[in-house]
């Protein structure tokens, strides 16, 4: 089991409606399929994500994927590679492979190709800030 702990968020939108905002803040991250579902969803509704503050880390770092998701400044990110919910076990190359690609597929290409280069091969967070990452490509909040 893949699993990079975190709260699935889930807000429903009426058909006729314009698409809310999620605000997402002090998101640890979280199971890494849960999260992909999560993304599905929202992908699908066009709502818009804002990180603005606080910190979002692991499977969160995924939403910078989405269509409509703008960062600020202020906002921290923590990446790691993908790793079992088993702590102390090996996850096969294969699936190491495999579950680092579909982490990365989610990120705008600069950053995409440092998760690649090096996040991924981290056990424990690397801390970047909403500033670096918006110098790599993700999109900054007006």
């Known amino acids: 089991m893949l699993c990079l702990s975190a709260p699935i968020l889930s807000t429903v939108t009426p058909a006729n409606a314009a698409p ?41 770092t995924l939403y910078l994927g989405l269509p409509d998701t703008c960062i600020t400044g202020h906002a921290r990110f923590g990446f790691h590679g993908p790793q079992l919910a088993t702590r102390g076990l090996k996850m096969l190359p294969t699936d190491f492979e495999r579950w680092s690609r579909t982490m990365a597929d989610h990120y705008p290409p600069a950053l995409r190709r440092w998760f690649l280069s090096t996040a991924r091969h981290s056990t424990t967070l690397i801390t970047l800030s909403g500033e670096q990452l918006i110098n790599m490509g993700v999109t900054r909040c007006s």
Do not use: T
């Open 20 to 60: 809310s905002v999620l605000r997402v803040h002090n998101d640890p991250g979280g199971s890494l399929p849960a999260r992909l579902q999560d993304l599905q969803r929202l992908r699908l509704s066009g709502q818009r994500v804002e990180i603005r503050r606080g910190y979002c880390n692991s499977a969160c």
